[in-house]
T-cell receptor, first 112, second 115 residues
């Protein structure tokens, strides 16, 4: 069965630090990849997505992610985090049907 | 426009009772999903509906769980004979559904506590 692994469950950073959250999936075929974010007290919302083309995709609020097919990875990055980036981040994979599988999530806390 | 609406926002029930959770998707969205979010477990897929196709029930954890979607719109997730391990946040999401890569739009969830 397809699965999504997020390596870090909790990350604590100071403002202006760089961020990289790992995501690996297990599926050998074509995939659609997503990062969703849940800010405190808010609902889950889409941060960015990859379907095809340029493997480096840019999302809202300065986030980007790189799809590396050979590594089955879709890591999320941001060069300089802000206190407002404190949230839980979920990686998700869709393997061509309507079923989307999510990782366990990474809780990011940014110290002001 | 209006987003995905879920009710109730919180539900406390006694072990053994049945509960119904409701989801109103975004108008025009043909795909509807239910997920369960437990502490430290991420989002667990439960079921999805797409148009008039048979639902994918592969994520339902036991036969105590069922869901229906009436008229291609509102959906109800029913949990019979609730157990303490059913305590979680139940999330509903909808998407346009025409494409597999349509992003999901989530509601605020129903927090279920089984005492």
């Amino acid at each position: 069965a397809q699965s999504v692994s997020q390596h870090n469950h909790h990350v604590i950073l100071s403002e202006a630090a760089s961020l990289e959250l790992g995501c690996n999936y297990s599926y050998g075929g074509t995939v659609n990849l997503f990062w969703y974010v849940q800010y405190p007290g808010q609902h889950l919302q889409l941060l960015l997505k990859y379907f095809s083309g340029d493997p480096l995709v840019k999302g809202i609020k300065g986030f980007e992610a790189e799809f590396i097919k050979s590594k089955f990875s879709f890591n999320l990055r941001k060069p300089s985090v802000q206190w407002s980036d404190t949230a839980e981040y979920f990686c998700a994979v869709n393997t061509g049907g309507f079923k989307t599988i999510f990782g366990a999530g990474t809780r990011l806390f940014v110290k002001a | 426009g209006a987003g995905v609406s879920q009710s109730p926002s919180n539900k406390v029930t006694e072990k053994g009772k049945d509960v119904e959770l409701r989801c109103d998707p975004i108008s025009g969205h043909t795909a509807l999903y239910w997920y369960r979010q437990s502490l430290g477990q991420g989002l667990e897929f439960l079921i999805y509906f797409q148009g008039n196709s048979a639902p994918d029930k592969s994520g339902l954890p036991s036969d105590r769980f069922s869901a229906e979607r009436t008229g291609g719109s509102v959906s109800t997730l029913t949990i019979q004979r609730t157990q303490q391990e059913d305590s979680a946040v139940y999330l509903c999401a909808s998407s346009l559904g025409q494409l597999f890569n349509s992003p999901l739009h989530f509601g605020n969830g129903t927090r279920l506590t089984v005492t």
